[in-house]
């Protein structure tokens, strides 16, 4: 790569590499990683549903990142390192009195305020995401009288074990002639039945959807991208709609189990379609394609005279390609919820609010970050030139590195 004789540019240059090159790269590439999701479903009983039963008994299967439960558990490494079906179960049966101990004394069932008694019922092992899952079914022997409430608390994984941080619980629960969804948290970490909790649902899944843009820090910086490449407030509109549009057939249909695509294929691509926005992104700014004239033109729905003859490319391809790539990105996106159930009311409200939580993030960033772009095209076409440019290059290169790491996992 040829610099020439700029010498402050190259000293600039060099210290991105170095910044790629360091550690910290690999650590935002496994963003995803530093945190983890429990899911839960939770049921009553099918032996409590007669009065004289007292209170119902609970039925809970849990679903936890295998390898994280075993360290969490404090087992040796044979036990979290264990790779294969077989080997993962046979571990798990020779632990069993440990990972019970674990999650019983995290995830608690009460009835009428007084705890229910867990016992293991069964434990298997499934995948989510490509990755192994310990399945633990406890059922749960509630004393009390007839028409109590149910509570269900869960504090796995807490930051103070230092393995993860911000661990969610997600539970889909049929308990005292309720169906729902929740989001349990640190802050939060208690679902009780009767609350007429559906305003509340929809607000815990719009700050989950929230949550995974702002942290799914591959998302992010697709996003970027696509705002370096708009010079207009047209571009960014309409690239923002096609990709919400994108986005939220293929969340929808994923999350409803009604297209699977595994996310050993979905993960690489979206880490591709980032790589290709800053390329483009990149190829242009070298050609001076992204020169800005007077702010009014950016802010214009109209481009100004002659602008169609100047027309990359790009322009003419960036909406059928940012449409595409969004189809693989909203698959990612229902990743998050692990919902493989059939359809219901409450979980469309459920499935609109992680929506929204990610649209208003996603419009929130465009905000922020497109008004400060057109000022610096504006302002400082050279300096926007070096700044944009090094920001893609970084972009396209971590992009790069997620494919090849995800491929190799």
Not at 104 to 116: I, N, Q
Not at 135 to 152: I, K, M, N, Q, R
Not at 275 to 285: G, W
């Amino acid at each position: 790569m040829r610099l020439g004789p700029l010498r402050g540019r190259t000293v600039a240059l060099a210290g991105l590499l170095a910044v790629l090159s360091s550690p910290a790269v690999g650590q935002v590439a496994s963003a995803h990683d530093a945190t983890s999701d429990v899911y839960a479903e939770v049921t009553t009983a099918p032996s409590s549903s007669g009065p004289e039963d007292g209170g119902p008994d609970v039925v809970a299967v849990l679903d936890l990142e295998y390898d994280l439960l075993m360290k969490s558990a404090w087992l040796r490494a044979e036990a979290y390192e264990a790779t294969g079906r077989d080997d993962q179960l046979a571990q798990l049966d020779e632990h069993e009195a440990e990972v019970d101990g674990y999650v019983t004394d995290r995830f608690a069932v009460r009835y009428d305020g007084e705890p229910c008694a867990p016992a293991l019922s069964g434990v298997d092992l499934v995948e989510r995401g490509e990755r192994p899952y310990a399945s633990l079914t406890y059922t749960f022997a509630c004393d009390g009288e007839p028409e109590g409430v149910h509570e269900v608390s869960s504090a796995l994984f807490p930051d103070a074990e230092s393995f993860v941080h911000s661990t969610e619980t997600i539970i889909r629960y049929s308990l005292d002639e309720e169906d729902g969804s929740a989001v349990l948290t640190a802050a939060s970490p208690t679902l009780t039945t009767g609350e007429h909790r559906l305003l509340k649902q929809v607000g815990e899944f719009f700050v989950l959807g929230g949550e995974h843009l702002l942290f799914g820090i591959d998302h992010v910086l697709f996003l970027l991208a696509l705002l370096i490449g708009a010079r207009r407030l047209r571009d960014v509109v309409w690239t923002a709609t096609a990709f919400t549009v994108a986005h939220s057939v293929t969340f929808l249909l994923a999350a409803l189990g009604v297209v699977s695509v595994p996310a050993i294929v979905v993960e690489p691509v979206i880490a591709a379609s980032i790589a290709v926005v800053a390329v483009v992104d990149l190829v242009l700014i070298r050609r001076g394609a992204h020169a800005a004239g007077p702010v009014r033109d950016a802010l214009r729905w109209r481009g100004p005279a002659g602008s169609r003859e100047e027309r990359s490319a790009w322009d003419r391809w960036r909406l059928p390609v940012v449409f595409l790539f969004g189809l693989v990105h909203g698959v990612g996106f229902a990743g998050a919820l692990g919902i493989d159930a059939a359809w219901s009311w409450t979980l469309l409200w459920s499935l609109l609010s992680f929506n929204m939580g990610i649209e208003a993030v996603q419009l929130g960033i465009i905000a922020a970050v497109f008004p400060l772009l057109v000022l610096l095209r504006v302002r400082a076409p050279r300096t926007a030139r070096w700044t944009l440019g090094a920001g893609c290059a970084v972009i396209a290169a971590v992009a790069l590195w997620w494919v090849v790491e995800r491929l190799a996992f």
